[in-house]
C-alpha cells in the first residue's frame, strides 16, 4: 500500500491536462476545510468544486472493483473504510458549500472533463441581483 500513489496517478494527470487545455485552472491535492489529513485532486476553489479521481480498485468500483482472495477478511474491512470516507469527506465538502465530483479511473478524460467544466461554469456565474453600487 506505501508504493500506492496518493497523487500524480496517471488517470488524475490524463483529466488535468484536459482541464488545463480548455482553459480551466484548478489547484492540486487541496486541503479538505477541517479535515487537513485529506486532500482534493482537483480543487476549483473559487467556484467551490471538488473533483476526486477514484481508482477502481482502492474506492470499490461497482464495475471493476475487485476482492482479494488473500486476506480477504482483511481487504474487505479496508475497502469498505476507503468507502466510508469517501463518504464522509463527500459530507464534509458538501455542508461547507462545495460541489463534489467522482470520477473513476476507467472513465474518459474528455467525458469526466465535460462534467468537472459544466460544474465549474454552472457555480462560477455570479448571482443576477441588485447592483451592489447606491445611487443617491
Keep these: 500500500m506505501s508504493r500506492a500513489k496518493r497523487k500524480d ?7 488535468r491536462r484536459v ?3 480548455r482553459g480551466l485552472r484548478y489547484r492540486v491535492a487541496w486541503p479538505v476545510p477541517g ?4 486532500t482534493i485532486d482537483i480543487a476549483f476553489t473559487r467556484a467551490r468544486v471538488a473533483v476526486f479521481v477514484d481508482g477502481c480498485f ?7 472493483g475487485t476482492e482479494p482472495s488473500a486476506n480477504s477478511e482483511w481487504w474487505v474491512g479496508k475497502l469498505a473504510a476507503n468507502r466510508a470516507r469517501d463518504a464522509d469527506t463527500d459530507a ?33 456565474r455570479k448571482p443576477s441581483g441588485p447592483s451592489s453600487i447606491a445611487f443617491h
Design 19 to 21: 482541464l488545463h487545455a
Design 92 to 124: 464534509v465538502l458538501e455542508a461547507a458549500g462545495w460541489a463534489v465530483i467522482r470520477v473513476w479511473e476507467h472513465e474518459r478524460p474528455q467525458e469526466a472533463a465535460d462534467r468537472v467544466a459544466m460544474t465549474v461554469a454552472e457555480r462560477s
Design 35 to 38: 479535515q487537513r489529513r485529506r
Design 58 to 64: 482502492w474506492h470499490g468500483c461497482p464495475g471493476h
Design 9 to 15: 496517478t496517471a488517470p488524475e494527470v490524463a483529466l
